[in-house]
């Protein structure tokens, strides 16, 4: 779809701008505290500040602060059933993208921070990131699987253009000849094209991207930072013309907000040269709830009560269930109609998704790495 259809399209939904207090860039209404925080800190007016100061105070922008750690380990195993993937590394922690919806938001409630305005603007990474995936792979016990990278926070939001992590990381699994699949919102992936589109040749590579949206409007305040729907298509595009299989998420689906463009969405990403596509009903764990709720107020008043009660309808009568076999989909009589809608288009645009999508990918041709130390100890005899 070219990009002007998609700014022109008349059939966009009303928009009105936030009625609260809002950070330009930033997903979070505010800096809610995390769960395991012992002291509650809450602002006030004592009265003092002039009105202009305050004006003044709430309109300055959060500056992104990146914070380099050496991470004790790289791989994380993963025994989810309803998760197509077993391992997993993410050279990041917190996500600049500041996507709302963001379901690893409550994990910076375990360093402390919130997982709000802290979670966009303060980055952890993970600067050892290569050396340990290279140690991981040389263990002898290490049995090869498609390592999923960037599940939890974004692999390539912005200061990856400066760090180059995932890049790194990248050239280990190619030069070793083990299988990957990505999932990102950005356009910085086409970077890597020198990479991954040979290893897709040997069906070690596949790519995954998140489209929600096609509303650039919409888009801007539920994943103010993320690549724009249309920037999204044309990274697609590129992809798929490099021979690198693409996936699309349609993630999440929020009823009254991104749910009816369910299949304009997936005719767009299918005519961007997509191989299949899946979705996911919204899903509101710990802080992710309040902090959702809070975006609703600012951005969609008039529609926050009508959102909240489907998705409550989708979860059995609460704001979330977690259940392995619910939480992804949903249950009721809403989550059967948008599976049908989604199933029909699928199967209309040829988009059928593959059970286990990353499994198909090639681990036989491994090459187990021979770290350093090991050279240097077979040298002495």
Known sequence: ??????????????????????QKGRGAVS????????????????????????????????????????????????????????????????????????FARPTHSYLGLSPGLDFESRIFAKLNAPELLLQELSKKSYVPETIALGVNTDAYQPCE?????????????????????LITKSSLIERDIDLLAPMAEKRQAMAAVTLTTLDAQIARTLEPRAAAPSRRLRAIRTL???????????????PFITEQDLEKVMEAVKEAGASHASYV???????????FQQWLEAHFPERAQRVMNRVRELHGGQDYDADFATRM?????????????????ARRLGLIRHVHGAGLLDASRFKKPALQADKRQLDLF
């Open 1 to 22: 779809m070219p990009d002007d259809d998609i700014a022109n399209s008349k059939e966009k939904l009303p928009y009105r701008k936030a009625s609260a207090p809002t």
């Open 31 to 102: 800096n809610l505290q995390g769960r395991y925080e012992l002291q509650l800190r809450e602002t006030f007016d004592d009265g003092w500040q002039s009105e202009d100061c305050s004006t003044e105070l709430t309109s300055l922008r959060r500056q992104t602060e990146v914070i380099g750690e050496q991470a004790k380990s790289i791989l994380t195993r993963n025994q989810s059933p309803d998760l197509p993937f077993g391992v997993s590394l993410n050279p990041y922690r917190g996500c600049e993208h500041g996507c709302i919806y963001c």
């Open 240 to 254: 798929a013309d490099a021979g690198i299989p693409v996936a699309v998420s349609i993630a999440p689906v929020i």
């Open 161 to 181: 253009r400066k760090l180059g992590l995932t890049r790194r990381v990248l050239q280990i699994l190619h030069e070793h000849d083990h299988p990957v699949a």
């Open 329 to 345: 989909r949903g249950t009721g009589v809403w989550s059967e109609l948008i599976r049908q809608r989604f199933i029909q288009s």
């Open 281 to 291: 009903v919204l899903r509101l764990p710990w802080e992710v709830n309040p902090l």
